[in-house]
């Protein structure tokens, strides 16, 4: 149990620090400040839908009907925990299950309009006239 938490929290890490949102016990949910909200949850939606897809592979794998066969060591086990941590990472990163979409739909609703860039005035014509 705490080499699955301790390895999803690693997972967590690596996957939070190829984006601009860090989520870690220690430090909470932390962000780049150039990083827009929606970007932020989007990241967040697909570091959920990594650990949801991990933990959902570790409890399908707890149904082993070879408890004392050639495929019950330790290494096998091990084996298939760092398996089943690339393909929820990568079935995160490609949206293959698409869970990581639609919980970032779902919440965007709650986020605040994001302000458009401030836009300069435009210039007012001239209202000058050339006396000849």
């Not at 639609?102 to 210039?123: G, V």
Request: glycine share 4%.
């Amino acid at each position: 149990m705490t080499a699955s938490l301790s390895s999803a929290s690693a997972a967590s890490s690596t996957a939070a620090a190829s984006s601009s949102l860090v989520l870690s016990p220690e430090l909470g949910l932390a962000s780049a400040p150039e990083a827009s909200q929606r970007e932020q949850l989007a990241a967040a939606a697909r570091q959920f839908e990594a650990i949801f897809v991990r933990q959902m592979l570790a409890a399908a794998r707890k149904t082993s009907f070879d408890e004392n066969g050639v495929f019950s060591s330790q290494a096998v086990q091990t084996f298939r925990e760092m398996q089943d941590e690339r393909f929820a990472e990568i079935a995160s990163q490609t949206g293959a299950l698409g869970l990581a979409t639609t919980i970032e739909a779902q919440l965007a609703r709650y986020l605040p309009p994001e302000s458009a860039a401030p836009t300069q005035a435009a210039p007012s014509p001239d209202t000058s006239t050339k006396d000849s």
